[in-house]
């Protein structure tokens, strides 16, 4: 008998919170996809093509050599007062920067939220479909998450009037949607705003994709027109890097101390070193000149993904749209078929995407799938749009 053997064995208890976390299912789809060979729609990843590394190399050297040690210490939980005026000055209405919180990316934005205004059993609203990130993040405050319908131009408002009750917010992706691609149209954010208004509703407004759009800006954002009632999440990660981890949020004076608490003691601050890189290769108007190039890229991709799947999928029920801007487009397959269930049967024949059930917070449509257009190159796009038809094809004669 060995000593252990007369220990008591430790006895953990899991928070009920804990029960509530789920693995990603995006991350376990990601792990399979991530075999060699494997044409890969799946993941949410921004085009390492778009990563400005030479903009970082020397900014690297200006803020080591400006103030390494400064850089190199503990700060602010605020953020580094530089960047929050520059993230006040990119903003599209007039933004503080007192109302400026960097945030460890703007996943880091929703659990704050989550945390400063869910209690168990609070209702929290969200678009159907929706980011299922922000799902994860709502989910261990034991919220009671409620999809209202949604149509290709945003958020249905007699639905959100019914379901409205005692809601904390509808948290609401105005720009190029996750997971569909989707953009909420001018009318709708007036008509949003004005039911928000009346209902006096918070809004939780995320918006990490708005400055990848590919022929004409979208509508000015909700939290343009609501300040009062809107917390505006935004991002670098996908005009910069998402390795940086840095996020914003713009929340309103009476609810900001709250956020800034919760951040203290969640990661006393987001990296100082990594803030004041960004602040330099802000300087200059660089965004200007970077982000077109995201544009025209992620354009291109955009196109020989729709070209692929008008080409390969002639014949077959398969419907699909043509987002305005952002890294994803969203699919149905034909009546009877779920993406579930045939993600298996793709990746057999090579390819991958995601189902679109995890992102709904209630009854999910099975026929739905997300593909991201940016990170394959166009014979990928090419051989794994026409491995998908195959695999469609090859099932619907079964
Ligand atoms: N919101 C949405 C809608 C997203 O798609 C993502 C990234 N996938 C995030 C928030 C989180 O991004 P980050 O934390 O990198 O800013």
Redo the contacts with the bound molecule.
Sequence with gaps: MKANDLQPQPGWTLARRAERMNPSVIREILKVTERPGIISFAG?LPSPLTFPVEAFRAACEQVLSEDGRGALQYAASEGYGPLREAVAALLPWNVDPAQVLITT????G?DLVAKVLVDHGSRVLVETPT?L??LQAFAPMEPEVTGVASDAEGVDLADLARRRAGARFLYV?SNFQ?PTGRTMSEARRQALVQTARELALPLVE?N?YGELWFDAPPPPPLAARYPEGTIY?G?F?KVLS?GL?L?YMVAPPEILPKLLQAKQAADLHSPSFNQRLVAEVLRDGFLERHVPTIRALYKAQRDAMLEALAREMRGLDVQWNAPDGGMFLWARLPAGMDAVQVLPHAVERGVAFVPGSPFYADAADARTLRLSFVTATREQIDAGIAALAATLRDLATR
């Design positions: 949410g990316g703007s996943q880091q929703l980011y990130g922000a992706l996750n995320d990490p999440l991002s990660s998402p981890r996020g």
